[in-house]
Structures are given as structure tokens and as C-alpha cells.
């Protein structure tokens, strides 16, 4: 039997930084709220989804603070944060008559992540996708993962007003630690 190293987590997988890849996702770092609404007025249109590193470990699995990935689908960009197909993670059918991820990184409870009450024989791809569809509704919930947080259009567009109210009101705010100030 194949002995798998949980040890290696996703985030140790580098993302290709501003550049388009598999299934049309971005991934990119977004220091400060102007870096992030800048961002988001020029990409809007071609990405409807995406995910940000909410810094809530000491060593996170996904994603730093501050590291974004958007995408054109809950699908494409779970993928991309899960390091899907590069990393150990996987999914197995549970004897409990379910479907899971298998293989995640040392630090990570099975019993946080979405499970499907699928047939064992269900074609694989589709328990993979139903599974990352899943996971993506869960991390817009903060669900049991504080570590990483998934938004829609309207979800985002929401975060950025919200942050910038909580700056006019000279409170903490998005990336505020990392401008400049005169």
C-alpha cells in the first residue's frame, strides 16, 4: 500500500501569478483594497466566482491572506485552490455510504468538508464536481473552514462597499496594514 504525504499541502503548489490558466482561472495577490477594487472593475465581466485567503491559520492549507482566485465557475475556481489533479487530495467512498475527501493536509478534519449520499458507483468526475460545487457554498458560509472565503459577483461587489464604508468611518478595513500612509 501506498503510504500518502499529508505533509505536502496545496499551498505549497505554486499558482501562476496574474495570468489566465486551466479553466480559465486567475490567480493574484491583492494587498490593499484599492489593489482589490481596481482589480475587480477591470475583471468583473470575465469572472463570475472567486476565493480569497482569509488568513484565519498560522499555516494555511489553500491560500495566504490576501491571495485571490477567480474564475468563470464555482467549479474552475475550487479547483485551482484545491490544487486538483496536482496535489494528494481525492475523493473515496465512505463505508458509511457516502462520498468524501480523502487525503487532505495533516491539519484538516474530514469532518469540516462536504460529503455526498451518493451510489458507490457513481461515475467519479461527477462525485469530483458535485463535491467542489459543495465546497464552494460552504466557504461562502466560512462553514468549518475559516481559511478560505468564496464569493459570487454580488457577494464581492458587497465586501468592497462594505470595506470602503469601514474606511470612510476610519475603522479597520481590508489590507489597510499594507498602505502606505503619508
Known amino acids: 500500500m501506498t503510504s500518502i504525504d499529508r505533509s505536502l499541502r496545496p499551498i505549497d503548489i505554486p499558482l501562476p501569478e496574474g495570468k489566465l490558466f486551466d479553466g480559465g482561472v486567475m490567480f493574484v495577490r491583492l494587498q490593499t483594497l484599492d489593489a482589490l477594487e481596481q482589480f475587480w472593475k477591470a475583471h468583473r465581466d470575465r469572472f463570475g466566482y472567486a476565493c480569497e485567503g482569509c488568513g484565519g491559520q498560522d499555516r494555511p492549507n489553500f491560500l495566504h491572506e490576501y491571495d485571490w482566485v477567480f474564475g468563470p465557475s464555482k467549479l474552475a475556481v475550487v479547483r485551482a485552490v484545491l490544487r486538483w489533479g496536482q496535489s494528494n487530495l481525492g475523493c473515496e467512498f465512505d463505508e458509511g455510504g457516502w462520498w468524501r475527501y480523502c487525503n487532505l493536509p495533516v491539519n484538516q478534519d474530514p469532518g469540516g468538508w462536504p460529503i455526498i449520499d451518493w451510489d458507490r458507483n457513481a461515475p467519479i468526475a461527477q462525485v469530483v464536481e458535485a463535491l467542489h460545487e459543495l465546497t464552494f457554498d460552504d466557504w461562502g458560509d466560512l462553514g468549518d473552514n475559516p481559511e478560505v472565503e468564496s464569493h459570487d459577483r454580488d457577494s464581492l ?18 489590507g489597510e496594514e499594507n498602505e502606505r500612509r503619508a
Not at 461587489?157 to 481590508?174: F, L, N, P, S, V
Open 157 to 174: 461587489d458587497e465586501m468592497i462597499r462594505y470595506w470602503r464604508k469601514e474606511q470612510r468611518a476610519d475603522a479597520g478595513y481590508y
